[in-house]
């Protein structure tokens, strides 16, 4: 339901908040007992994972043509030190964001009170195997390099989503450095390019169709898991959505206005306070593109060069995704440690890479976060069982931390503007790279 102006009346969060208070509400009143034509909760519960299945076999080729439609769409390049520069940042950013992740769920470890409870929350078969049996390595690069594609068809059987970027990033620049040579488009490359754009649009679309049903997915699970484990499933909920919300808060209030400060020269009082409109309006509505005006002006209130702001908020916005990247990461370690998981530091070096990797091949992509998950607990190594029942599950709260991803990606974008513009020209130009204006990676 939209009004005059477009806008979600009944926009996605309120319609989970909904499906969960009648999902808990039909789990109370008829536990594992059939009511409707003999329907069960359990029976409502296989909904909810066949929803998260259609998401996780649409990330993989969502990814691959998404990436391959920005590297063939970007008609002017970057000046390599400008490129360099963003890039730099943007690595430095997401890398602080990890060790604060990791830092987190190393010292606290809130996933194991859910160990021992694991079949219950997560409506897992009883008697399955939920222990996957790790090879010790020798060195951790081995643990990375076992994700390198052995042929073209492998990432996507697999779901390998480390393999499906590096092969999305390797055709794309090949075609595009065809063009190049060639020193025109040429009929053939047109028509990969619209055919790539046309698939693109063709996936976002049927992705929306299925985000629909999102609510009565998670009304299924809800109810299927309350009907075993009673209401009190809830409590264990939010450990989860406190350890989601102290890491992303973490990284946005202290290393962010910490680094403003000391290098940018921003106060913590202006990059906050001057910035407050844009990381509240990304926060209300859920969108950090949508928030792209307010942010380029809460920069000209800091005085930061309308150049280094553009290409911060338009183009570096594809990087700036710590939110999302962060929330990848920490979600897959809090759930091995719920399994009982010991992962040594190399297996957590390729769950941070593949939830790097996933941050910036979303960019424009409907609800991301929903979508590539599954294929970041993939690259932990989590059951399958236990990724199709999580996700769902986890969704209950996800609204929440949504929002806040939304505010870190704001607060990421405005700190690359800051820095981007330390030391630089007020005169120089920077082109700026067409982009489409989906809704937010979340």
Known sequence: ???????????????????????????????????????????????????????????????????????????????????????????????????????????????????????????????????????????????????????????????????????????????????????????????????????????VTILWWVILIVPFAVFGVVASVVGRSGIGVFSALWIFLAAMLLGLAVHALFYYPLVAWVIGKKSPTVYLGQGADAILTAVSCNSSLATVPITLRCLERMRVSPQSARLAACVGTNLNNDGITLYEAMAALFLAHALGYDLSMSKQFVIVIASIIAGAGVAGIPEAGMIVLPLVLAAAGLPDQVILAAIPLIMTVDWIIARARSGVNVMSDMLVAILLDTGHSKSEAVPIVERRQYSDPQ
């Open 1 to 203: 339901m939209h009004d005059s102006s477009g806008r979600t009346l009944f926009p996605l969060y309120a319609q989970v908040l909904v499906a969960v208070l009648f999902g808990a509400t039909l789990g109370v009143l008829f536990g594992q007992e059939p009511y409707l034509a003999g329907l069960r909760n359990e029976q409502l519960g296989q909904l909810g994972q066949w929803v998260v299945w259609v998401l996780k076999t649409l990330a993989v080729p969502l990814i691959f043509v998404a990436i391959l439609d920005s590297l063939l769409r970007a008609s002017t390049p970057l000046h390599l030190h400008q490129g360099a520069k963003l890039l730099s940042i943007c690595l430095i950013n997401v890398s602080v964001a990890m060790l604060i992740g990791l830092a987190i769920m190393n010292v606290w470890q809130p996933g194991k009170s859910w160990q021992g409870h694991v079949e219950d929350l997560l409506q897992v078969v009883p008697g399955t195997s939920l222990k996957t049996t790790f090879t010790p390595t020798e060195h951790p690069l081995e643990d990375l390099l076992a994700y390198i594609p052995r042929t073209i068809s492998d990432p996507f059987a697999s779901n390998n989503i480390i393999g499906v970027v590096l092969l999305a990033l390797g055709l794309g620049l090949a075609l595009r450095w065809a063009r190049a040579k060639s020193g025109q488009p040429g009929w053939l490359l047109d028509r990969v390019a619209w055919a790539v754009e046309r698939a693109y649009g063709w996936l």
